[in-house]
């Protein structure tokens, strides 16, 4: 079974650039989108973008002009980047696989915004 | 964006009882290879979420079978036929067929 386990800083000033990285274990990336959501304290999900093993990516129109999704397949990892944060940014961000045919999560990261 | 509309927002059951979530969407949800993206995610306290149902009536390996999504077009409903303690948290429909991916607000599943 694939796992996915994301590491990251987790307190930024405004202004920063959030950085994570989510490796996958025990899978390749196949034909699967990869992909990243977060969730606000206390909040619901948002869909923030996804990539595939040839490197297509999707964004979420509303983040669009500060996401950069990128993978690395030798590596087994893919990276998420949100350039100018706010405090509107601090949430939990996941990690996730979600095709048809599976569904994989990783364990989350919070990431505070804060002067 | 399409527009993820859940009820209730809160769901309090007695445990063994029968539970139902509806979620509506926006614009259709039938995409042009015939399927329905709907998906429905189970967060118990302090999890990531978890997949219980997608294609709307699809469970996932492992999900109990009292468990059931049904619905078409703009309609669906996720079924917990007898709730059992641990199905406390939260419940999110999802729709893959029109980008930007969207969830419905959550449903929260509570013990009487």
């Known amino acids: 079974q694939v796992q996915l386990q994301q590491w990251g800083a987790g307190l930024l000033k405004p202004s920063e650039t959030l950085s994570l990285t989510c490796a996958v274990y025990?899978?390749?990336?196949?034909?699967?989108?990869w992909s990243w959501i977060r969730q606000p304290p206390g909040k619901g999900l948002e869909w923030i973008g996804e990539i595939n093993h040839s490197g297509s990516t999707n964004y979420n129109p509303s983040l669009k002009s500060r996401v950069t999704i990128s993978i690395d397949t030798s590596k087994n990892q893919f990276f998420l980047k949100l350039s100018s944060v706010t405090a509107a940014d601090s949430a939990v961000y996941y990690c996730?696989?979600?095709?048809?045919?599976?569904?994989?999560w990783g364990q989350g990261a919070l990431v505070t915004v804060s002067s | 964006d399409v527009v993820m509309t859940q009820s209730p927002l809160s769901l309090p059951v007695t445990l063994g009882q029968p539970a139902s979530i509806s979620c509506r969407s926006s614009?259709?949800?039938?995409?042009?290879?015939?399927?329905?993206?709907l998906n429905w995610f189970q967060q118990r306290p302090g999890q990531s979420p978890r997949r219980l149902i997608y294609k709307v009536s699809n469970r996932d390996s492992g999900v109990p079978d009292r468990f059931s999504g049904s619905g078409s077009g703009t309609d669906f409903t996720l079924k917990i036929t007898r709730v059992e303690a641990e199905d406390v948290g939260v419940y999110y429909c999802?729709?893959?067929?029109?980008?930007?991916?969207?969830f419905g607000q959550g449903t929260k599943v509570e013990i009487k």
């Open positions: 025990g899978g390749s990336f196949s034909n699967d989108y």
């Open positions: 614009q259709s949800l039938v995409y042009s290879d015939g399927n329905t993206y």
């Open positions: 996730a696989r979600i095709s048809a045919g599976a569904c994989d």
């Open positions: 999802m729709q893959a067929t029109h980008w930007p991916k969207t």
